[in-house]
């Protein structure tokens, strides 16, 4: 581990949902596996199959592929459904440090707004903590748009 005593702007996205905060919810975690990019965001890519989130705290987050292999990406931290989770996030085979990631769920008129927080790149070090940031900044944005593409299957 290569820890900065620097600080790392962290990645915050922010959606509008037009479902209610435990719909979202369980579409954002539970559901996952009907949304992610997994060709392109994964591990396995093309051999990835699914995503499994053990609903719980200390319940893992795990990449499922083909032939049956299981690819950690994470820990549950916090699991409060429906207002909001949190994980360690770490998706790669051998990670060298995690990061965190916390998203909320709260209620507004229109539906749920979805703060997705992505934090901790301090532990990488400095110039991979910047490295790694500046893929997520972007990289979020194209996975919440499969997520927000999901939402007019959902219903």
């Given at each position: 581990m290569r820890v900065t005593r620097r600080p790392i702007t962290p990645v915050r996205k922010v959606r509008l949902i037009p479902l209610p905060p435990d719909e979202a919810f369980d579409l954002f975690t539970i559901r996952m596996g009907t949304w992610w990019p997994l060709a392109t965001h994964s591990i396995a890519q093309d051999e990835a199959t699914g995503i499994r989130i053990e609903g719980h705290i200390g319940g893992q987050v795990v990449e499922l592929t083909q032939s049956g292999q299981e690819y950690p990406w994470g820990e549950i931290l916090a699991w409060d459904p429906p207002h909001r989770f949190v994980m360690s996030w770490h998706p790669r085979i051998d990670p060298e440090a995690a990061a965190i990631v916390e998203v909320t769920?709260?209620?507004?008129?229109?539906?749920?707004?979805?703060?997705?927080?992505?934090?901790?790149?301090?532990?990488?070090?400095?110039?991979?903590g910047v490295r790694l940031r500046d893929q997520y900044e972007p990289g979020w944005d194209f996975v919440l748009s499969h997520f927000e593409a999901e939402l007019t299957r959902y219903n």
């Open positions: 769920f709260r209620e507004v008129d229109d539906g749920t707004e979805l703060t997705l927080e992505h934090r901790g790149w301090e532990e990488f070090g400095d110039d991979e």
